[in-house]
């Protein structure tokens, strides 16, 4: 029997790229980042690197047989910069030597003489001077121009939010092997084991047929790896291709934060007019994300922003308007939320100015405009079973909102040293890739002639528990153990084309291909035991391992009927394909039916700040979470604690900015903080609303972003102690809400 | 290049390396033991964590410590427990099982320093406490679970073993029967005594403390030096009273100081201090002398001794001198010792009677985080005036930085909002903070103040509320 992931975790044995073993005559690879912003190459000379007797060669943009472009939406981003370099850490050239501290010594001593350029860090400034990705995208509804006369109160302001570092345990890496006829085996720790595959492909100058990407695990990644582990498979399948070797990259921590991408920072301007109850009948937004020095996949990014604009509520009138905007940091990417979390919280922001112009409390607001069945958002698309209110609502009931608000008040009332805050923080996210082309996925599945399973998939294993959920669901088609299923590797030679395991899509899409897949061959199964047992196949199923007639046991086991299938020559084998049906998005219109399905739910967040230190604690965060029916339950249970934590983080905590000259601050690993033990909330309260989902399989919700954005709650809880402080602030909405901004708002040093 | 004899999980070593190179790298690179993970390789993480053992009277102690900050030459003649080495051949331990019950890991990566840290904390541990198993876990960062889950393994794991663990003096035997270890922990003891002893060390070397500087900042470097390790010398690792002072050996760590009874009773304000230090990995193996002469401007300990008016004991060639810890620093990393001289203790006078002490960090994160600003107060009040005052402040000038006009200032005025007003606008001339990434210098200013009144607060809650000061 197999126990899962779960033992070799804690053992100590379950193997990610560094533990694999060298292969004989394994070289390491070192990238060479520039140390500018932005500028012209005029030397790059490394013939003082070559001297060190361990070092075999370091390879430049020349030596790239194939294409030297690795943009994937749009074709902008050098494999090693050739003549230009547009951000601080881009790779210029890559050291091969037979060590790390080989080739550590060798990149000291490779010259890079830059000729700087002027240097653009701002993504206004960007827009101003044209630097666009694209242009201008805008989604509306109503006519936000006409609405505004019909408010009783308008409000307006400005938003920024921040940079967030992945910080995935395991930093990017990368094995490349070469094989036979100028093939190679690429492990590589990544989301998107097909975009590393045509990338590489690409670069070499090889079919995609002579590249085989093969994944076992990631040590987390949470959109990081999704786009950005692309460069450095490319950057050792170069290696190796070059000098007939294996090669290993793998970015130790102080590269990986200087030369990876992080969470668009967003600057944004909103407007919002409200009726007299609080209604909200126009909201006016404009984005402006922080792109980097190339596109990545910020235009999807961007996308979602705008998918998301209106945050859980309804909103009739809306004009959302977005720019990506190419800037000469490092190119930002996906993470957990993928541009949801930035539009988020710009409406919660402009909600809570609204409310605040009204008079009101903010959840009244709040609760006020929630999404509703049959609304529509700006993009065309209704809700359906619509969870917004039931969620709001359980949550009231079980925590009492106004009991929470209450409690704070007393202690503000008694207290000047220290302040509660609390907020309600409502969530609504749209599930599906957004390209709806992407929203497609395969499954292999072999039953041995011994009774054991294996089972490939496109989904990629990073510990948001997809293994475990194939598990599950191809256990429970045969009727049989988990124990006797084995995930094999997410391998592009077993599943081809695969989309990156993101988007929360990992275990519906591959779900349901490897529960069809399943199904095949167990249709098949049940033919053979129908002749078996003489029978008729709708009779017959299998459970508990054993084949049942009309739900009675039958003499016939699972492997004696595996073994029966395989001598009388059944293919015990299956490929599955799913594509998730019904959706389609115009981009001329900007209007259709993107998403499969939307996920809900309600935090509530409880915070004691100490003014007289500006440091503080979020005391309790207790949410209802809408979660379909759950395949395994405390997986389910650790993305939402996890993705809470990253969120409170990203609003918190991490800071990530750069200087002026565009290098970035928060650069190691010293610098940049995550949650940590102590930083959570001490009361995580998680509710789970079981409700099965009729468009994903076996009624089950992706859960892996949706969680994310109830951190929002936490700046606003934050907020609210703070406004209990100083009633009278009036300062830009930005995050993260660090101490140190904490207590220079405190102190009214800083608006 | 250093000859060594270690005990490595159940087997002897010996090996020739560089002493200065980190445990980590030769554990996954050369030892190919890969269970011990790579997140950060400064101390940050906890993937790393390692065991390690150290002969005593009646066995062995082990504490958990980083293995990327680990100079390998600190292995001579101690015992290496990785997570390979805690494994059973087959099956789980129970620290291991009850993680596993509660689904906790996700993508695992963290999880081996995790079970690793937590052992630590039960061969060290009083009577097993979820709140202090937990703290044990300062060092250990995970990205995807936003540890509930972790904790609530930790809950129940105390809960099971607290009937199993009886006096630390028999608390490796009682792990094993518990199968928290496995069974060659026993033998572990004979195992080490009979391996031969490491020669001496070259003269000219690099002194490395606990190394969590030094291999932060210059691995490079310290993996092609010749190095010489303090833990060699017993004598600078004791804590001990005179008729007048407490003397802090040089290589006493900071979790020795942090929970050692006559520190407590001396300087009631450096179990706080200790508790905020880095985290339990680093405590480990940093060092009191390593705190001092790294003169970073916001060193936890130097802020502490320096309010204390601690003095420090310099050897070299066998003579001795002593220096006031205040002149010791000259400038930005610029201090008072002469090549080859050593740190060999800290002497402090314990705080008269009646004397309040405190001290205040500031930082982004509450645990394992670098301060902004940091302070410590020696404070005196009588007849509801200062009546002796010592403050320093870290982060806020290039030294550790003594704030002795605030402090004089302070002396002989009644204890009012207004007199603090008035002297943090003293401190506020006194100091000359810089932005950096630890926060802008308009916010060390302000920090700054409000630590003060934090001092005050604390010093003479009766005369003073924090009205006035917020
Ligand atoms: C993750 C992490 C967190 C940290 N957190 C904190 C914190 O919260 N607060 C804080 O103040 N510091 C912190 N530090 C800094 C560091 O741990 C401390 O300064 C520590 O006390 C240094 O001691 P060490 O023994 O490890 O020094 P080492 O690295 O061994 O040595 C530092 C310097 O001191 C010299 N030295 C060592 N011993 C002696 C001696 N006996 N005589 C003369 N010279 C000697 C060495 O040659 C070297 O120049 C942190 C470091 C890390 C890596
Ligand atoms: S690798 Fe992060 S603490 Fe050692
Ligand atoms: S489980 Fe991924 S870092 Fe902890």
Redesign the pocket.
């Known amino acids: 029997m197999r126990t899962d992931d779960l033992h070799l975790h804690v053992r100590g044995e379950s193997t990610y790229v560094d533990d694999l073993p060298s292969p004989a005559g394994c070289l390491v690879a070192l990238p060479v980042g520039s140390p500018e912003a932005h500028g012209r190459i005029t030397k790059l000379d490394v013939g003082g690197a070559l001297g060190g007797s361990e070092v075999v060669t370091v390879l430049t943009a020349a030596d790239i047989p194939g294409q030297n472009q690795i943009g994937a939406i749009i074709q902008d981003e050098p494999l090693l910069a050739a003549e230009e370099v547009h951000h601080v850490g881009q790779p210029v050239a890559l050291v091969l030597a037979e060590s790390l501290a080989a080739a550590r010594a060798a990149r000291k001593q490779v010259v890079l003489e830059i000729d700087p350029l002027p240097a653009v860090l701002d993504p206004r400034e960007a827009a101003a001077q044209g630097q666009l990705l694209q242009p201008a995208r805008t989604f509306a509804i109503g006519d936000v121009d006409a609405a505004w006369e019909s408010c009783a109160v308008v409000a307006e302001g400005r938003v920024e939010t921040g940079a967030q570092e992945h910080f995935y345990l395991e930093t990017q890496s990368a094995l490349a092997v070469p094989q036979e006829d100028r093939t190679l085996l690429v492990h590589s720790s990544t989301q998107g084991p097909t975009a590393v595959q045509k990338a590489v492909s690409l670069a070499l100058d090889v079919p995609m047929h002579a590249v085989e990407v093969d994944v076992r695990r990631l040590g987390g990644a949470f959109g990081g790896k999704e786009d950005q582990a692309t460069p450095w498979a490319c950057l050792a399948a170069l290696g190796a291709d070059h000098t007939r070797r294996p090669v290993r990259l793998v970015l130790d921590r102080a590269d990986d934060v200087v030369m990876t991408g992080k969470r668009h920072p967003y600057s944004s301007d909103f407007r919002i007019g409200l009726d007299g109850d609080g209604k909200v009948l126009a909201y006016e937004v404009t984005y402006y994300q922080n792109a980097g020095a190339a596109a990545d996949l910020s235009t999807a990014i961007l996308e979602r922003s705008l998918f998301h604009s209106t945050g859980s509520y309804h909103v009739p009138n809306v004009k959302a308007t977005a720019f990506s905007c190419r800037t000469n940091i490092t190119p930002n990417t996906a993470f957990r939320g993928f541009g949801g979390p930035q539009a988020m919280f710009v409406i919660e922001a402009a909600l809570e100015k609204g409310a605040r112009a009204l008079g009101k409390p903010l959840h009244q607001v709040q609760r006020a405009n929630l999404l509703n069945e049959g609304d529509v958002f700006p993009y065309g698309m209704h809700t359906e079973d619509c969870k917004a209110i039931r969620c709001w609502e359980e949550a009231d009931a079980v925590f009492g909102f106004a009991d929470l608000t209450a409690a704070a008040a007393r202690h503000n009332a008694a207290h000047a040293g220290t302040k509660k805050g609390v907020a309600v923080m409502p969530v609504c996210f749209g599930i599906s890739f957004t390209n709806t082309a992407l929203n497609q996925a395969r499954a292999l599945v072999h039953v041995y002639h011994d009774g054991s399973v294996n089972v490939s998939t496109g989904a990629v294993e990073m510990g948001q528990g997809v293994n475990r959920k194939m598990r599950s669901i191809v256990a429970g088609v045969f009727g049989i153990d988990t124990g006797r299923i084995r995930l094999d590797t997410t391998n592009t030679g077993r599943v081809a084309n695969t989309s990156p395991t993101a988007a929360s899509t990992g275990s519906d899409l591959n779900g349901a291909a490897a529960k069809l897949a399943a199904e095949m061959v167990c249709a098949r199964l049940l033919q053979v035991a129908a002749k078996k047992l003489d029978a008729d196949t709708g009779e017959l199923a299998i459970a508990g391992g054993i084949v049942v007639r009309d739900g009675a046991p039958t003499e016939l086991g699972w492997d004696e009927l595996v073994q029966a299938a395989y001598w009388s020559r059944t293919d015990l084998s299956a490929h599955a394909h799913f594509a998730t049906p019904d959706l389609h998005f115009d981009k001329t219109s900007e209007k259709g039916r993107p998403f499969a399905y939307h996920v809900y739910g309600t935090a509530v967040t409880e915070v004691t700040v100490d003014c007289l230190r500006g440091t503080y604690r979020v005391d309790a965060v207790r949410l209802v979470h809408d979660l379909g029916r759950s395949i395994d339950l405390a997986t389910d249970r650790g993305q939402i604690e996890g993705g809470l934590v990253q969120g409170i983080g990203w609003l918190t905590l991490e800071e990530s900015d750069h200087d002026s000259e565009g290098r970035l601050r928060h650069d190691t690993a ?1 610098k940049y903080k995550v949650p940590d033990f102590d930083s959570v909330p001490n009361v995580m309260d998680v509710r789970l609303l079981e409700d099965p989902n009729g468009r994903a399989v076996l009624g089950s919700k992706a859960v892996g972003e949706p969680p994310f954005m109830y951190g929002i709650g936490a700046w606003f809880a934050l907020w609210d102690a703070l406004r209990a402080a100083k009633p009278d602030l009036n300062a830009v909405h930005t995050a993260p809400l660090t101490p140190e901004r904490m207590l220079l708002l405190l102190a009214g040093e800083e608006d | 290049m250093m000859e060594l004899r270690l005990l490595l999980n159940d087997r002897p070593v010996v090996l020739r390396a560089a002493a200065g190179r980190s445990t980590l790298s030769w554990l996954r690179e050369t030892r190919e033991l890969t269970g011990t993970k790579e997140g950060c390789a ?3 993480c906890g993937a790393c964590a390692v065991l390690l053992g150290e002969p005593t009277a009646d066995g062995i102690a082990y504490c958990a410590v ?1 293995a990327c ?1 680990l100079p390998l030459g600190e292995l001579a003649g101690r015992h290496l427990v990785t997570i390979e080495g805690l494994n059973h051949p087959d099956g789980l331990g129970p620290v291991q099982q009850a993680l596993v019950d509660q689904g906790a890991p996700q993508c695992g990566f963290c999880f081996p320093g995790i079970v690793v840290a937590l052992t630590g904390y039960f061969l060290t541990c009083g009577r097993p406490d979820p709140v202090a198993a937990v703290a044990a876990l300062d ?1 250990n960062i995970c990205r995807c679970t936003g540890y509930a889950s972790t904790v609530r393994a930790v809950e129940n794991i105390c809960r099971e073993l607290a009937p199993h663990l009886n006096a630390t003096s028999t608390r490796v035997a009682d792990l094993v029967t518990a199968r928290v270890l496995p069974g060659h922990l026993n033998a572990a003891p004979r195992a080490l005594s009979a391996l031969a002893a490491d020669a001496g060390s070259a003269p000219a070397a ?12 210059r691995p490079d470097e310290l993996a092609a030096a010749e190095v010489v390790f ?1 833990s060699c010398r017993p004598d ?1 690792r004791t804590i001990t009273r005179d008729l007048t002072d407490l003397i802090i050996g ?2 006493v ?2 979790s020795e100081l942090g929970r050692h009874p006559d520190v407590a009773a001396c300087l009631p304000d450096a179990p706080e201090m200790a508790a ?4 339990t ?2 405590r480990n ?10 003169a ?1 401007p ?6 502490l001794l320096l309010a204390h008016d601690a003095e420090l004991v ?1 050897e070299r060639d066998g003579g001795a001198r002593r220096l006031p810890l205040r002149a010791f620093y000259r400038g930005y990393k610029d201090i008072d ?1 002469a090549p080859g ?4 203790a800290v002497r402090v006078r314990p705080p008269a009677a009646g004397t309040v002490t405190n001290f205040e ?1 500031i ?1 982004k994160r509450r645990n ?4 902004s600003v940091n302070g410590a107060a020696v404070l005196r009040v009588d007849n509801d005036a200062f009546a002796a005052a010592d403050l320093t402040v870290g982060g806020v000038a290039p030294v550790p930085f003594v704030a002795v006009k605030t402090a004089a200032f302070l002396v002989g005025k009644p204890v009012t909002a207004k007199t603090l007003h008035a002297a943090a606008d003293v401190l506020d001339q006194e100091i000359a903070p810089i932005d950096d990434v630890r926060g802008s210098a308009r916010y060390k200013r302000l920090a700054a103040r409000r630590i003060l009144f934090a001092h005050a607060l604390k010093t003479a809650p009766n005369l003073l509320s924090v009205e006035a000061f917020v």
């Open positions: 010293s | 400064e101390g940050e980083p900050l060092g690099t002194l490395v403390g606990g190394g969590t500087d030094l291999l932060v900042q303090a600078l040089g290589a760590t900071v905020r230090f880095g985290s990995l680093v193996r940093a060092t009191v002398a390593g705190n001092l002469v790294n970073s916001i060193a936890d300990l130097a802020i310099l010792l001289e050593i740190v060999a960090k930082s394992l985080d670098i301060a």
